[in-house]
């Protein structure tokens, strides 16, 4: 499974960058809102910089030509620029298109297995499927994952598989369970799947142990 993280805040993705563990970046105009960013397309730059792997950037578009030639203009931005296209039919329309002229698109805000294979046979490089949102509304965003997994399959589907919306560490575990390929989440999920009470506990016995050890050696 591949690592991607949700945020366009540069701190951030150099903090899992460091780590070891990243694979690639997802931003979205929220999450751009969030932090100011006033130069969108140079702000895509510096995240491409930063990381090999992909960076999905998202159209504001919502008609066919206006998300084709947004589309144009930020695969042109670095190579490793995947264009995040909305699941409308403006949007799978773009997608054909997109694929067509070779740019790797990741169709966005999916909510039901039948959308997911209208992405996949539009030709969708990555399909993301909203786990937490589902579960907001007592919906079930696992089962979307488990339905998606279980048609990409019968059929040899391209697309990879791309859990958004994660809000804890069980969407995780659980998404890498069905096959998921790729995961995106917030820096505090990532960091949350390092810490178990067990791992600080143990290490604080085996430090204090080898402490005292020490001490009685000094004392011989």
Request: proline content about 3%; overall charge negative; glycine content about 6%.
């Amino acid at each position: 499974m591949k690592f991607f993280i949700d945020t366009a805040d540069l701190d951030e993705i150099q903090e899992a960058h460091d780590l070891g563990v990243l694979d690639g970046v997802t931003t979205n105009p929220s999450l751009c809102a969030k932090i100011g960013v006033a130069d969108f397309e140079g702000h895509i730059a510096k995240i491409c910089n930063m990381v090999d792997g992909d960076v999905s950037a998202e159209v504001v578009s919502t008609e066919y030509d206006e998300i084709m030639a947004e589309a144009r203009g930020l695969a042109d931005i670095a190579d490793n620029v995947v264009v995040k296209v909305p699941l409308i039919k403006e949007g799978i329309k773009a997608i054909r298109s997109l694929s067509d002229e070779g740019i790797r698109t990741n169709c966005t805000l999916c909510f039901s297995a039948t959308q997911a294979l209208l992405a996949a046979k539009a030709g969708a490089t990555y399909i993301s499927p909203f786990i937490g949102r589902l579960d907001d509304i007592s919906d079930d965003g696992i089962q979307l994952i488990k339905d998606v997994v279980t048609i990409y399959d019968n059929y040899g589907f391209d697309t990879e598989i791309l859990a958004a919306s994660i809000r804890h560490p069980m969407h995780v575990l659980e998404s890498a369970r069905l096959g998921a390929d790729v995961a995106t989440m917030p820096l505090k999920v990532i960091d949350q799947l390092l810490h178990h009470p067990k791992t600080d506990s143990g290490l604080e016995r085996f430090l204090n142990d080898w402490e005292t050890l020490q001490g009685e050696l000094e004392n011989k």
